[in-house]
């Protein structure tokens, strides 16, 4: 027996926290009955679960993708502005999904996968995974601008929390920028600079946890190597004993 949610994970539905929901709002069926109860287990064998009356199997092979990600993608399975989305890059017939996302006008590292317990742990805060960008600004930066971003800032009524960032180097009076979070609110970088009147000019992730970009063009995907997929579990499971 299995919980639900982590049977509609491992269809590649959703992280299991996003399953919940799904389950909240009566869309799960199980063997023709809508089941809205968080923590139903089922039967991956014997009973019929169907997503939105479309019958859901849960996914034996899981795949995952690395991609360097350009600007001008969205970072979702379907948009409904039509614009062109990160799957539109990948020519795959198995159902991946992106893990969190990367805005519109932002580049770099994205993982995508079906497999729906590891999306959960990366993007879950307790496992506190670390995300490297480098940012170009508008203007050089200011000592006590560095110094309050680090240390946290009043956002949208939240304190960010503390954060790493050093001058790469300077370009045309505008400072380069590497900046290492371990939160990820929507445009959270962008927003934290424009505090301090600051306008991001580029914004590239080039690290997620273990993974790099290393050997990706701008464009380029590739499977990880069974190494890699070893070494990201093994440090989540490092990260969840901290």
């Not at 180097?169 to 505008?174: G, T």
């Not at 009147?197 to 946890?209: C, T």
Request: glycine share 6%; net charge positive; with cysteine.
């Amino acid at each position: 027996m299995m919980r639900l949610n982590k049977y509609l994970a491992n269809a590649g539905i959703a992280s299991r926290r996003k399953c919940d929901d799904l389950i909240i709002a009566g869309r799960i069926k199980v063997n023709g009955e809508v089941i809205t109860a968080l923590g139903y287990r089922v039967n991956e064998n014997k009973d019929k679960i169907q997503y939105d009356d479309r019958v859901v199997k849960a996914e034996t092979q899981f795949k995952y993708l690395l991609l360097n990600k350009p600007t001008g993608y969205v970072s979702t399975v379907k948009d409904e502005f039509n614009r062109p989305t990160v799957l539109d890059l990948i020519p795959l017939e198995e159902r991946i999904y992106p893990v969190g996302r990367l805005d519109y006008d932002t580049s770099g590292l994205l993982l995508l996968t079906n497999d729906g317990d590891l999306t959960n742990m990366l993007l879950h805060p307790r496992f506190k995974v670390e995300k490297v960008y480098h940012v170009l600004l508008d203007n050089l930066i200011r000592p006590v601008a560095l110094y309050h971003l680090e240390q946290g800032i009043e956002l949208e009524g939240q304190r960010t929390s503390p954060c790493k960032i050093s001058q790469i180097r300077v370009i045309d009076n505008c400072s380069l920028l590497e900046i290492r979070l371990r939160e990820g609110r929507n445009r959270q970088i962008r927003k934290m600079f424009a505090a301090y009147d600051y306008q991001v000019e580029s914004l590239e992730r080039i690290a997620f946890g273990p993974l790099s970009l290393t050997g990706l063009k701008r464009g380029e995907w590739r499977p990880l190597t069974r190494y890699e997929v070893t070494k990201l579990k093994s440090f989540l499971e490092q990260q969840a004993n901290d």
